[in-house]
């Protein structure tokens, strides 16, 4: 009798919207409410549409992950290529991250041509959010809503929307280079860090660099474009004035 009154009492809690071969467990956190999202009729698409600006929308196990910038109200976003299992859709909404469920079932056999999105591709992609972003954000959390924050500079007459992070790992033998976006929470954490390393005998030569972003998707297409981006005295996507560099880097 129990397990029964718990069954019906979850399925009250969430709507689970279904397609032919995939499942979108919706978030009822009321500060969810902002997002409508669900899947079309087929179940190839995810649609979403925001109150405010969608900034990006990712989506992610520990085997798979696909980022895409969006960077306003409503998208659509072809799930033809996110293979079967169970899947944590990060949405990014101004000041917030909203969680999804998305459970794909089966493999489309076409697939589709609609997009309106900017996608990352996975070598890029890895490049930008690395291999631990989403340890990061799952670590201590729930399925529900994330905090993050968005920033806007008031000196200045674009938003700042997010921050590409360049740290220099040096070890004397050899050095390595990772590089993401983040948000100012990230931004905050990641300098708070560097300063500790810096005191340490292994971390006193890392360099950590960090730039405002005002447009993510054009500053992607620009730094692919221009590999020589941190030299460039003037870019509209994004300010070429440090916001933070190490000393003596």
């Keep these: 009798m129990m397990t029964r009154f718990l069954t019906a009492f979850l399925l009250l809690l969430a709507t689970v919207v279904y397609g032919q071969k995939s499942t979108l467990l919706k978030n009822i ?6 997002l409508h999202h669900s899947l079309n009729k087929v179940g190839d698409t995810l649609i979403l549409k925001g109150e405010r600006t969608i900034d990006k929308v990712e989506i992610f196990n520990s085997d798979f992950q696909k980022a895409y910038i ?29 969680i999804i469920t998305l459970l794909r079932h089966e493999n489309f056999d076409n697939e589709s041509d609609l997009t ?11 490049s930008i959010f690395g291999q631990s972003t989403h340890q990061n954000k799952s670590e201590g959390k729930s399925m529900s809503n994330l905090d993050s924050e968005d920033v806007i500079d008031e000196s200045l007459d674009k938003p700042i929307r997010f921050y590409w992070i360049e740290k220099q790992i040096n070890k004397g033998h050899s050095s390595s280079k ?30 950590l660099t960090i730039w405002e972003v005002y447009d993510t998707s054009k500053f992607l297409r620009f730094k692919k474009h221009n ?23």
């Design 29 to 34: 956190n009321y500060r969810a409410s902002e």
């Design 116 to 126: 309106e999105t900017t996608e990352i591709d996975t070598e890029e992609q890895n």
């Design 178 to 207: 990772k590089m993401r976006i983040g948000d100012r929470e990230v931004v905050d954490k990641m300098i708070a860090q560097h300063k500790i390393d810096l005191k340490s005998k292994a971390g006193k030569h890392n360099i």
């Design 70 to 98: 969006v960077n306003r109200l409503d998208t659509k976003i072809p799930l033809t290529d996110i293979p079967v299992g169970r899947f944590v859709t990060e949405v990014k909404v101004n000041n917030k991250l909203i």
């Design 227 to 249: 590999p020589d981006y941190a030299t460039v005295k003037k870019a509209d996507c994004f300010n070429t004035d440090p916001f933070y560099k190490s000393e003596g880097s």
